[in-house]
């Protein structure tokens, strides 16, 4: 019986995927507690990386333990005499492995971790069977979002995460595929999990009534699959050639990197990418006037800006889809979207009208954008309620995640 799990963040995620996980431990222990099998859940985050205080009081309000750790690299040998020690003999593959290291047990007394992405430097030392929550598999289809150095060797280490991890759990069908088709994950080892939606983060913003709404709204970070590259371009085009009348917007993490006119620190500038969108940017007369780099914003910032915008726009390549659009439709913004199977998964999950276009064509995404001036006030009358955005809550999930994560164990 799974009586305490761990849920490791191994890199130092924010924004979403932060949110993510710490719906993820909520669903656990709810879950397990509606079962009548209370289960004690802990979230183990990289030390030094956050301030504890003010990131997790909410979990540690909901009854759930918040604990620092440090990867340690261990030898063949070294992981060997852990399993003498817990009295199991096996065979080890690898040189080297890492272990967390918290400086009590290492969550030695958890009966199973929880591994939020497959982001491991090295295996994981086979003490205890984990589970890993497969975001995405972005490198499938976009190679050069790795260092061209070492992209063979790390995304070998991600592809070995989960194919040795005792299940890898996904939250869309095409993510769940991408496991068992490009991870080498056995299908009896992949479950899709339910995607849920909190809103309780967002603050009680009522929808615009400005009918203005004179601009649109970019959330991006600095990530190659972002697409920024044919965005700029069909945002030049969007003004040059089709007059189009809506400034933009850029918002979310580390963002203003990709305005000129930001002091960046050295090592910024030393991505090649960062360095050259930069400059594309710099070179255009019509994005330079008509784009504003907001940066990341206040949970405040945020809704208000959605709710004033005319529409949202997501022209990301791929990935497992975005939240933002469901955080877009709670603040009445309707969004225009890049048409990968994530995101139309995601519309349709939770009935969230979009049009789509095609993120690979800067003369689709320069259309779309014109031709949404005309259209978004009639999604807007189309977009669900807060009411049945809200029927998708992860308090309404709780127990079928519980279900799966037990049988997974059991």
């Known amino acids: 019986m799974l009586k305490h799990i761990t849920i490791f963040l191994p890199i130092p995620y924010r924004g979403g995927s932060l949110r993510v996980t710490k719906t993820i431990a909520r669903m656990i222990s709810k879950g397990s507690q509606q079962a009548g099998t209370p289960c004690g859940v802990r979230v183990a985050v990289l030390a ?100 061209k150095s070492g992209w063979g060797e790390i995304d070998h280490s991600f592809l070995q995460a989960a194919r040795l991890a005792k299940a890898v759990i996904a939250t869309t069908p095409q993510t769940m595929q991408d496991a068992i088709s490009y991870a080498g994950v056995p299908a009896s080892k992949v479950h899709l999990a339910p995607m849920d939606f909190d809103p309780t983060w967002i603050p009680a913003v009522h929808p615009s009534e400005d009918r203005k709404r004179s601009y649109i709204v970019w959330p991006t970070n600095p990530a190659q699959h972002k697409n920024h590259v044919r965005a700029i371009d069909a945002l030049t085009r969007y003004y040059e050639e089709l007059e189009g009348s809506l400034d933009v917007k850029i918002l979310g993490p580390n963002s203003r990197w990709l305005d000129p006119k930001f002091d960046v620190k050295p090592k910024v500038m030393a991505i090649d990418y960062v360095k050259d969108l930069r400059s594309k940017i710099a070179d255009s007369q019509a994005i330079r006037k008509r784009v504003q780099f907001a940066g990341e914003l206040s949970d405040d910032r945020y809704a208000a800006t959605l709710s004033g915008a005319a529409f949202l726009w997501h022209p990301t390549l791929i990935d497992n889809g975005t939240f933002v659009v469901a955080e877009a439709a709670w ?11 994530q995101m139309r998964y995601i519309g349709e999950r939770f009935a969230i009208p979009m049009e789509f276009f095609n993120a690979a064509s800067v003369e689709s995404m320069a ?16 977009l669900p309620s807060r009411e049945a955005l809200s029927r998708h809550s992860w308090q309404n999930y709780a127990s079928e995640y519980w279900d799966i994560l037990h049988r997974i164990v059991a």
Do not use: H
């Not at 295996?123 to 589970?131: E, G, R, T």
């Not at 603040?331 to 199977?341: E, K, M, Q, W």
């Open 48 to 147: 030094g990386e956050y301030d504890l205080d003010a990131a997790f009081a909410d979990l540690v309000e909901d009854g759930i333990e918040v604990r620092e750790y440090s990867w340690r690299t261990i030898s063949r040998k070294e992981a060997t005499a852990i399993k003498r020690n817990q009295n199991e003999g096996t065979v080890l593959d690898f040189d080297r492995y890492q272990l967390p290291e918290d400086g009590i047990d290492n969550c030695c007394d958890s009966d199973c971790w929880f591994v939020v992405s497959d982001r491991l430097d090295l295996p994981l030392a086979p003490v205890k069977p984990y589970i890993v929550f497969a975001t995405d598999y972005i490198q499938r289809y976009f190679p050069g979002i790795f260092p």
């Open 331 to 341: 603040c009445g913004c309707p969004s225009l979207a890049s048409g990968y199977p």
């Open 367 to 382: 259309g779309a954008l014109k031709s949404m001036e005309g259209k978004a006030d009639e999604i807007r009358r189309g």
